[in-house]
Structure formats: structure tokens, C-alpha cells
């Protein structure tokens, strides 16, 4: 078969296209930054994602930092003034906002992460080192990864970051990472090395960082104030508790909430609130905004003996 009889353009092509024509009038350009009394300095730039028709963007934290203020350059050459709502370092998203009050914008459609597989066809949209709507493609090369993130005392880890060949290159932070059908599965936030790029996932806990945004400005965590990391237990142990690993406790920072439950360092966290938890991650899922300032029961082991203690997590600072 010719490349005529195929027609112009093959299965694969016209997916992307698709992506493309559906995501390039919701996908825009960012240049942020501050205002002085010298004038306004830039402090970035970036792309961002319209997921509402009245003018909110979502974008990475990064992408915002240290701006006030800025520009959208949307794909048909308009500008409109852009400004900050709320920023979350710690799951590197942050929200804007445009004027739309004259007339409604094209919003994307958020997706959910949880549904992707390894090997799936993905599609990102931005603006890579200025160039304004920009398609790229590529596959889901990896789900479940991690990514550090840190903002003042505060550090966190994002899960289940998705991983992607598609190639991404600065500019490319804050836009979106798409699926066949055109809905945002990731906030593409990092450039990895050659060939890897990563992305912010959506999915249940993205949507409750936006909700917080959109509605304060900036999310709120519990924290205990320990380090810690998986450790496994013996097989007569496990057994016994009916649980292969728990927290290891490595550091108990002075003065925090850990330090005035009584935690010490050594101590093994097999249970918060009896929820059983195995690293890092198990227990960083329950340090939620109504957490902070609530007793908390930990079921520990302690030189042997399972030991409890209550715990009341304050807010930690972004």
C-alpha cells in the first residue's frame, strides 16, 4: 500500500493531532514577574493550562515563583494580565487567573492519572523556550516514580509522578501532559535528563491541592516532625503484628509534635490512627489539613514492645 492509498495521515498522527487542535487554544504562554519601585521585573517564564472558563490557569509552582504579576499569551496572539491565586511549592502547582469577565475561555478537561498505563501514548502542550504552542509526543515511560520537593523548612515528596519520553525542555514547566482524548493527565514540572521528562499527576489528591488554592490561596499540611524511612521486620515479628515493615524513626526534631508525644529515635511507627504504615509515604498521606491540631494514636515498637502514644501534628511551614 502507497502512501497515497493510506491518506494523509496515519492512525497514530491523527491522535495527535487531534490532541493538538483540541489543547493549543487552552494551553498558554507565561512571563512573570514582580513588581518594583524601579518598574516591573521579569522572574520567569513558563506555560499554563485554562481548566475553567472564567479564566483560571494551572500551572507549576515554579513556574509563579517570586511573581506577583504577569502576561498570557494565548495561541491566537492575544495577551491578557495574569495573576497569582495561590502557589504549592511542595506539590510544585499553583493557580492564576486571567480576566475573562467579556467572554468565555476554552477550558481543558482534567483527567485522572490513575488510569495510565506504561507504553500509553501521551501528548504535551507548551511553550519550550518561548516558542508558543508547541506539540510534542511520546509514551508513559514510567508511573509510581517520586519527586523531592522543598520550600523553606518544609520538604514533602510528590507521588506517582509520571514519567514520559515526550520531549520537554524549559517552558515546557506548567503545561499539560495529555491523553489520546485530549484530557490534562499531568502538569509537566521537571526535564529529567535527555528523552525523561516529568509531570505532576491529577488525580484525587492534585484535585484537593486546586480546591485548596482556589479557595485559600495555599494548601495546609499536618506535620509530626520526624525523619524516617522503611524498615522491615523480622519474620517472627511480622508475624506476630501481622505487618511486614513499618516507619523507622532516624530523627525527631527538637520541639516538634513527635518530640513532645514522647517519639525517640529507633522507635518503629507501625500505626497512625490505626491505619498501618510502611514508609514514608503511608504516613505523609495522612497528614491532611484536619489533621493539624487533632490527637493522633501511634501504635509503635519500641525495643521489642508494641507501645502507644498520642500525638497532635501542627502546620507545617511552606
Known amino acids: 500500500m502507497t502512501v497515497n492509498e493510506r491518506g494523509p495521515m496515519d492512525a497514530y498522527s491523527q491522535i ?36 475553567t472558563p472564567d479564566g483560571y490557569l494551572l500551572t507549576a509552582a515554579h513556574v509563579v515563583e517570586a511573581a506577583d504579576s504577569g502576561t498570557a499569551l494565548f ?32 477550558a481543558a478537561t482534567l483527567g485522572n492519572a490513575d488510569q495510565l498505563r506504561v507504553g500509553q501514548l501521551v501528548v504535551a502542550v507548551g511553550s519550550p523556550l518561548g516558542l508558543t504552542g508547541t506539540v510534542t509526543a511520546g509514551v508513559v515511560s514510567a508511573v509510581g516514580r517520586s519527586l523531592a520537593a522543598r520550600a523553606g523548612s518544609g520538604a514533602r ?19 499539560a501532559l495529555a491523553d489520546s482524548t485530549g484530557e490534562v493527565v499531568g502538569i509537566n514540572t521537571a526535564v529529567a535528563g535527555i528523552g525523561l521528562g516529568l509531570a505532576v499527576p491529577i488525580g484525587s489528591g492534585t484535585r484537593r491541592i486546586i480546591a485548596a488554592l482556589l479557595h485559600d490561596g495555599r ?7 520526624i525523619a524516617g524511612a522503611r524498615r522491615p521486620l523480622s519474620q517472627r515479628i511480622a508475624n506476630r503484628l501481622g505487618q511486614p515493615a ?12 513527635a518530640a513532645a508525644a514522647g517519639l525517640r529515635t529507633g522507635d518503629l511507627i507501625l500505626e497512625v490512627d490505626g491505619q498501618a504504615v510502611a514508609d514514608a509515604s503511608d504516613l505523609q498521606r495522612l497528614m491532611l489539613d484536619e489533621a493539624i491540631g487533632r490527637a493522633m494514636r501511634l501504635r509503635i515498637l519500641r525495643l521489642g514492645e508494641v507501645v502507644e502514644l498520642s500525638a ?4 507545617l511551614a511552606a
Request: no cysteine; hydrophobic share 40%; proline share 5%.
Open 157 to 175: 515528596i510528590v507521588e506517582n509522578v509520571i514519567q514520559t519520553d515526550a520531549a520537554l525542555n524549559p517552558g515546557n514547566s506548567g503545561g
Open 75 to 106: 495561541s491566537e496572539g492575544t495577551e491578557r494580565r495574569v495573576e497569582i491565586v495561590g502557589r504549592d511549592p511542595l506539590s510544585d502547582l499553583a493557580i492564576a487567573k486571567v480576566d475573562a469577565s467579556s467572554e468565555r475561555l476554552d
Open 312 to 315: 497532635i501534628p501542627g502546620e
Open 219 to 225: 494548601v495546609r499540611r499536618a506535620w509530626l516532625g
Open 246 to 257: 513499618g516507619i523507622g524513626v532516624e530523627d525527631v526534631v527538637s520541639g516538634s509534635p
Open 16 to 51: 495527535v493531532a487531534g490532541v493538538a487542535d483540541h489543547l493549543l487554544p487552552r494551553v498558554v504562554q507565561l512571563r512573570m514577574g514582580r513588581r518594583q519601585t524601579s518598574g516591573w521585573r521579569p522572574t520567569g517564564s513558563g506555560s499554563a493550562v485554562v481548566f
